[in-house]
């Protein structure tokens, strides 16, 4: 079959505003990314339990989970990394789509892949969130013990030590987990979601 053949059927089914009307929410997509053990997992899973207290239906998308089933059939080459990626920004659109608030947390070491996930969600309805640690503090919590086996050779294209993370130059949002408590960084962004979801 080739994508001639291909008719999605948008055009019969629920549209975004009678799902969004239906939640009382605007669906929008934070993309939270980091080195591993800057604090991405943990605040989206804060951030996620204090909006449904508030009534907010929150979708968390994380690294682990999603390699662990959609994507397990990709390694950490950069191209997999890069169709990783390109899939979690199609399942996060699909999610705004339905009205749902959408906390995507990876590290999506390249600018390329953070700019193709906005296009691919939307730039209106994509809010970049940089969780910032040093490589040396990430070793130093090192929760996972991955950083112990990378610098025993045991984790091949190890982002941030023989595989590139690019810093960004202009996030949307910044939360340095060196210099806050992961509460203020949660509060810091409850209050840009809060008003950007309200609509």
């Known amino acids: 079959m ?7 059927v948008q055009d019969r089914l629920l549209g975004r505003a009678e799902q969004e009307a239906l939640l009382g929410q605007r669906g929008r997509v934070a993309w939270l990314y980091g080195l591993s053990g800057s604090g991405k997992s943990t605040i989206a899973a804060a951030a996620q339990r204090s909006l ?19 994507n397990r059939n990709l390694g950490f080459s950069e191209e997999d990394r890069r169709e990783n990626l390109r899939r979690i920004a199609e399942v996060a659109r699909l999610f705004v789509d339905t009205g749902t608030v959408v906390l995507a947390s990876f590290i999506s070491p390249l600018r390329e892949f953070r ?13 970049e969130v940089y969780v910032r ?26 982002s941030g030590k023989d595989s590139a993370f690019e810093e960004p130059e202009n996030p949307d949002l910044l939360l340095d ?23």
Request: charge should be negative; aromatic fraction near 6%; hydrophobic fraction near 45%.
């Open 2 to 8: 080739s994508a001639d053949e291909i008719h999605p």
């Open 52 to 70: 449904y207290e508030e009534g907010r239906l929150v979708q968390v998308l994380d690294g682990d989970n999603i390699r662990a089933g959609l």
């Open 115 to 127: 700019a193709r996930a906005r296009e691919i969600v939307g730039a209106e309805d994509f809010l």
């Open 133 to 158: 640690a040093s490589f040396a503090e990430c070793a130093r919590r090192d929760v996972k013990g991955i950083y112990g086996r990378a610098a025993a050779g045991e984790v091949a294209r190890f």
């Open 177 to 199: 987990t060196e210099q806050e408590t992961v509460e203020e960084s949660v509060a810091r962004l409850l209050a840009v979601l809060r008003g950007w979801i309200r609509p």
